[in-house]
């Protein structure tokens, strides 16, 4: 059986001091067919550069708009059976796409993966204040777009990223995800590297703040949905 092609969507932001390291990491997988695509959130700094020295990339730019149109442009522009996220300051641990991809073609049944994921600190910078010792000390179930490889159909179940959630467009989405009938695997290896470092939209305490209050308005409206199903479920 033919490998299928894997799509790899990489948002970017002012992502230069890292987006190389990310591009490697993706690169080194030992799996293909790939294809990349960094989508350009009208970054004013070289992330233009360096993804354009990468000749497999596939380029693509449009004025800021937020991560969530980031990703959705990738998803709509993207010609793969199979898609995989990685953030710009993120790097894939080796052999991700290979064991992941071997997992959907074993198991036609399962519509998506996840592996675990680990934080790092980016090296020569003190620890961020909002970062505790037990986000550093383990690894754990990656509920997260990066350690996700999921089939097309994914998208066209879920949905695409919503704007309306700028500080958890991310969230908003795995929540819709829960909430679908799309099957699940979990892998015990690590999949991701998170990378802690002084932009992280976490470090920044006004932006942490929105992002809190996002994800409570999120979870107060599935724990309503949840709510309304369960009341219109009973007997007539």
């Known amino acids: 059986m033919n490998p299928k092609l894997v799509s790899v969507i990489i948002p970017v932001y002012n992502g230069a001091t890292y987006l190389a390291e990310a591009l490697d990491s993706v690169f080194a997988q030992d799996y293909r067919p790939i294809e990349v695509i960094v989508v350009d959130d009208g970054s004013t700094d070289d992330t233009a550069v360096i993804a354009r020295s990468y000749s497999q990339v596939r380029y693509l730019h ?22 995989g996220f990685l953030d710009a300051d993120d790097r894939w641990v080796l052999g991700k796409l290979s064991l992941q991809a071997k997992y959907l073609e074993a198991h036609p049944e399962v519509d998506c993966v996840i592996g675990r994921m680990k934080n790092f600190v980016q090296e020569s910078i003190p620890r961020p204040s ?42 908003d989405w795995l929540i819709r995800f829960r909430e679908s009938n799309i099957s699940m695997a979990k892998m015990p290896e690590v999949f991701l590297l998170r990378r802690i470092h002084l932009n992280n939209r976490c470090n920044d305490a006004e932006k942490r703040t929105i992002k809190i209050q996002h994800r409570f308005k999120l979870l107060k409206e599935e724990i309503a949905r949840k709510r309304l199903a ?7």
């Open 62 to 83: 449009e004025v800021n708009q937020g991560p969530a149109v980031a990703r959705n442009t990738g998803l709509i522009h993207c010609t793969g059976d199979l898609i």
């Open 130 to 171: 909002w970062v505790e010792d037990f986000m550093l000390s383990d690894d754990w179930v990656a509920y997260h777009q990066g350690a996700l490889l999921a089939r097309r159909g994914v998208f066209e179940e879920v949905g695409l990223f919503s704007a309306s959630f700028a500080s958890a467009e991310d969230y």
């Open 230 to 236: 369960q009341s219109t479920s009973g007997p007539a």
